[in-house]
T-cell receptor
């Protein structure tokens, strides 16, 4: 079993829809959670960062962490064609320097149809 | 502000040829530097990381090596490329925290 599971998609939605992207994980030590957005043939860019459980909102994006269920989500409101990309979840257990024990999901490809 | 430069964007190399990918970071000092590989439809695989000049840690035994000759320069190399070395290579940096910042990537095709 992978440490982090993420549905690869593709997930196709119409413009303006609410999108829900999810990851599950097995390591209860994870406490830092991130979402990266990656456009085709580009490097991932950090989109959202959360610590421990709870919600964090940034514009049309909301990151949600449920540590009791080992489940994290990214919600995109009023989705736009420019949101079409692959979304990677990532998580780590500690703030130790050096090797970042950052574990990535395999990514979900999102397509927003105009 | 900090920026990361990675080149080339695309590279096609024959099997058995050498490889050198370079990455530089601007606007910060003493960054942690990383090389990742991303296979199609798969997650990011950490290849090497470095916490300082000349300090390289390898995560996965392979045909590749890394070097950090300067504080903000990270180089990925191979003496003889294999077909299995094809992939999307990403350089990244952090300041020791949990946030990673990636370069634009190099698509390597070994033929």
């Amino acid at each position: 079993q992978k440490e982090v599971e993420q549905d690869p998609g593709p997930l196709s939605v119409p413009e303006g829809a609410i999108v829900s992207l999810n990851c599950t994980y097995s390591n209860s030590a994870f406490q830092y959670f991130m979402w990266y957005r990656q456009y085709s043939r580009k490097g991932p860019e950090l989109l959202m960062y959360t610590y421990s459980s709870g919600n964090k909102e940034d514009g049309r994006f909301t990151a949600q962490v449920d540590k009791s269920s080992k489940y994290i989500s990214l919600f995109i409101r009023d989705s736009q064609p420019s949101d079409s990309a692959t979304y990677l979840c990532a998580m780590s257990a500690s703030l130790d320097t050096g090797r970042r024990a950052l574990t990535f999901g395999s990514g979900t490809r999102l397509q927003v149809q105009p | 502000s900090q920026t990361i430069h990675q080149w080339p964007a695309t590279l096609v190399q024959p099997v058995g040829s050498p490889l050198s990918l370079e990455c530089t970071v601007e606007g910060t000092s003493n960054p942690n530097l990383y090389w990742y590989r991303q296979a199609a439809g798969r997650g990011l695989q950490l290849l090497f990381y470095s916490v300082g000049i000349g300090q390289i840690s390898s995560e996965v035994p392979q045909n590749l090596s890394a070097s950090r000759p300067q504080d903000r320069q990270f180089i990925l190399s191979s003496k003889k490329l294999l077909l299995s070395d094809s992939g999307f290579y990403l350089c990244a940096w952090s300041l020791g925290g949990e946030k990673l910042f990636f370069g634009s990537g190099t698509q390597l095709s070994v033929l």
